[in-house]
């Protein structure tokens, strides 16, 4: 589904869709807030700090959370497989070992050959490394086939209806698909099983980590988000596992404006190539600035050809920043400026976080959903502060060291620490 082309990608593509709907992100509100409920159990189980905080390591805290959700997403409510039952912490293990971006990025980059190699040939580290990998993803494979099996079970026993939220439905059903233009064969269904829980695992938590940093570094953004929530959840946060998506989603506006304000300072891949298929002509326009930010001059439009077989590539994160669309403080975070008014409308081509066009993220409704609800619940439920450490420093160090990240498969987050007091209602 991520590196096909053409015809087959619109296949791959055409299978997946019907999954993402409406029904798909009610039933993920559902499943996510009983998660998120048994998550704050865990997290009010930790020893308090001296102070009477918790500490929240955000990635590590959040990336068992995003895989808790994504399996749900894959899988159903609550499936009654067997398997997932009874060995639902052996998969979570070996999944959260598989979607670490340094295994990850091992097995993405190392060729075969060199694979095979290291299994006949003793290269030092080189070996012990590759063969851990490979254990892992071997493990992958025998629980996603499992996993395959029962849910192929279901469909032949005329169940699917019990499964009718989860994606890992449509997947099997075209597998077991006579038709040619419908049907997967067994490697794309594992692939497409496997892409589909990394791509909602690492890029989720980081994001959400990196909109409780924030929250943590602005108060006052963070109090707005909480008194947002104190008018969909009066009584308290548990009123959120009773409250259905409908219900909800529309009255957290300024939670979401947050979340994508998030992504437009952090988006969950800095820059985006592709290779042009065919011959292009692109406009573009040069623009200057004043030292305060303004937009001073903008040049007149001109044109770039672009030949077939060139690679270019967005710069989503200079896009993200560009003054022409998101003015002159556009270095800053400001939620406000996700939300619409009578007169003003935020720059939706301006946005790629999701990329654009045709081959946009499949999942973004899910993401979005899964940011808002993980968001809300936790400020309606904990007062999030900074570090012990960050405490009296300056605001932009504060900011610099705890918002200080890498590029790799996704942006990676250092080290968002942040402290939460649990508040009284």
């Known amino acids: 589904m991520v590196s096909s082309e053409g015809a087959e990608w619109k296949r791959q593509r055409s299978i997946a869709t019907p999954a993402f709907n409406e029904t798909s992100d ?61 060995d639902r912490l052996a998969l979570r293990t070996i999944l959260e070992q598989s ?21 006949r040939v003793h290269l030092p580290v080189v070996s012990k490394i590759l063969s851990h990998t490979n254990g892992i993803y071997a493990a992958v494979r025998v629980h996603m086939l499992d996993l395959v099996s029962d849910s192929r079970a ?20 075209a597998n077991m698909a006579e038709s040619k233009h419908r049907a997967l064969s067994d490697d794309e269904l594992l692939a497409n099983i496997f892409v589909l829980l990394i791509a909602g695992n690492e890029t989720s938590a980081h994001a959400i980590s990196l909109a409780v940093a924030l929250l943590a570094l602005y108060p006052i953004v963070q109090e707005k988000v909480y008194q ?28 979401g404006a947050t979340f994508h304000e998030t992504l437009r300072l952090f988006p969950t891949i800095s820059r985006l190539c592709k290779v042009t298929h065919s011959d292009a002509t692109l406009t573009a326009h040069r623009f200057t ?33 560009n003054p022409i669309y998101w003015g002159k403080d556009a270095e800053e975070f400001r939620p406000e400026r996700f939300i619409d008014t009578d007169t003003y409308r935020w720059p939706r081509d301006a946005f790629f976080a999701f990329s654009s066009g045709p081959r946009n993220c499949l999942g973004q409704r899910i993401a979005l959903t899964l940011g808002v609800c993980v968001l809300a619940n936790l400020v309606r439920r904990y007062q999030i502060t ?15 060291l705890l918002l200080r990240w890498i590029p790799g498969v996704t942006m990676t987050p250092l080290d968002c620490r942040v402290r939460l007091r649990r508040r009284d209602n």
């Open 289 to 321: 600035c004043t030292a305060t930010g303004e937009v001073s001059h903008v040049m007149p439009v001109f044109t770039v050809p672009v030949k077939e077989g060139s690679l270019v590539m967005i710069d989503i994160l200079a896009l993200h920043k």
């Open 228 to 255: 947002e929530t104190l008018g969909v959840w009066p009584d308290s946060v548990s009123e959120s596992t009773t409250m259905a998506y409908e219900k909800c989603m529309p009255k957290l506006k300024y939670t």
């Open 26 to 86: 009610s039933f993920l509100w559902i499943e996510m807030t009983r998660i998120l409920k048994e998550w704050f159990e865990e997290l009010d189980s930790r020893p308090d700090d001296s102070d009477g905080s918790i500490s929240f390591e955000t990635v590590g805290d959040l990336s068992q959370l995003t895989l808790l959700t994504q399996l749900t997403i894959l899988i159903g409510a609550s499936a009654g497989f067997a398997f997932w039952k009874d």
């Open 154 to 173: 279901w469909v032949v026993g005329r169940k699917a209806s019990q499964m009718d939220a989860g994606l890992l439905r449509y997947l099997v059903e």
């Open 386 to 400: 900074l570090p012990a450490h960050l405490e009296g420093k300056p605001f932009e160090e504060q900011k610099r």
């Open 99 to 119: 979607t670490r971006v340094s295994n990850l990025a091992i097995k993405a980059l190392t060729p075969k050959w060199l694979f095979a190699l290291s299994s």
